[in-house]
């Protein structure tokens, strides 16, 4: 772009993780170049023009290159209903959304940052550019965009910024599911999400509602020492930042807990059926916020189970039948992290969790049947002897249960044999 005469940044992101000396991810670029332009230096078989009403196209397939622009009214929140290309930088990074975001850098790492970002990346603190009424209204994901920020970076909010995200968190009932889903999945995951969660509730139920009742809920319970909101939050801290799956079914685990909370006489609470009324709620909440079939599937399993009792190697093979091989390894560490979010004489019990975990891969390694299809007759074996109907399906059910518990050998002969003498009246 240079090279051919215009002005060209890294900006957003790229320039604050260069900073901040992290890896540069999703490189966009902002020139004072048109987009025809563009097209021109790059020609038109390298480009995919992407939004070309607000100055931006695709260079192979890369990189996002936009025009120095001003923007007009957000009136769907989301993108301005006119842009006005102009040539000054510091007018297009006026338009952004935080300080930390609104630096420009050329390819000699020269910044341009006339809000101050650097400061405040090197004082930890996420601000909005301008006024932040101004900004969150343009487009109010950028009120769950700061709360993400802060979570994923440990950084502060400013007051001014924190005082309108507050205020006006309720404009993210305007904003698509598929957008809050996206951040609302990277704030879960950031190494400050706690401290974050806990101040900005109020955030996370302006698109989650149906965890209002879990806030300040006191559990009263001898292993409880938290709410059911700080709970959730302190056992999900402690699973790693990069397990999705396991971050995300904790996040959910036990929000059917005050809907199903009784006390007894002496005023302890307890709370049955949470699992698997929660796991009902959650496949609700995530349907609702767009996630695929295969992430609500795989949540919803591990919440329904996350209660379950375990005891035996029997217990185990039959959780593995229930929820497969990955997820009942994924289910064990959900309920040590649970466990974490306790008082610490429930942690005692991970040691028992451990062992669990160990016959499980003794179980995988061994290849030990632990479904029909691991069976050594099926549905085929049944219809030769003389089955028709769904009783199929039952005897095979019996022959598992009894080569789970290990009272028959999983061998073609003795199974056979036993369905001779058992089945055939």
Known sequence: MENAGYEAYYVGGCVRDSIMGRSMHDIDITTSARPEQTIAVFGEKNIIPTGLKHGTVTVWKEYEVTTYRIDGDYSDSRRP???????????DLARRDFTMNAIAMDVRGNMVDPFGGRDDISAGVIRCVGIPEKRFGED??????????????????????????????GELKKISAERVREELDKLICGKGAVEVLLEYSDVILSVIPEFAPSIGFDQRSPYHKYTVWEHILRAMETAPAENMMLRRALFFHDIAKPACATFDETGRGHFKGHDSV????????????????????????????????????ADVKRMMNSIGDELFFVLMEMKKCDNLGKNEFVAEENIF????????????????????????????????????????????????????????????SALLEYIRRNKND
């Open 278 to 313: 929660g796991a009902d709620m959650t496949k609700e909440i995530m349907k609702r916020l767009r996630y695929d079939s295969k992430s609500i599937d795989t949540t919803v399993k591990l919440i329904v189970n996350h209660s379950a009792k375990l005891r035996t190697k």
């Open 140 to 169: 109010a994901l950028r009120i769950l965009r700061a709360v993400r920020f802060a979570s994923q970076l440990g950084f502060s909010i400013d007051p001014a910024t924190s005082m309108a995200i507050h205020s006006m968190c």
């Open 353 to 412: 969790f451990d062992e669990l975990i160990s016959i499980g891969h003794e179980i995988v390694d061994n290849d030990k049947c632990r479904t029909v299809s691991g069976l050594a007759v099926n549905g085929s074996d049944l219809i030769t002897a003389g089955f028709r109907g769904c009783v199929i399906g039952e005897i095979l059910d019996e022959l598992l249960e009894k080569v789970i518990t290990e009272e028959l050998p999983n061998d073609r």
């Open 81 to 91: 209903d006119e842009v006005h290309f102009t040539g000054d930088i510091n007018e």
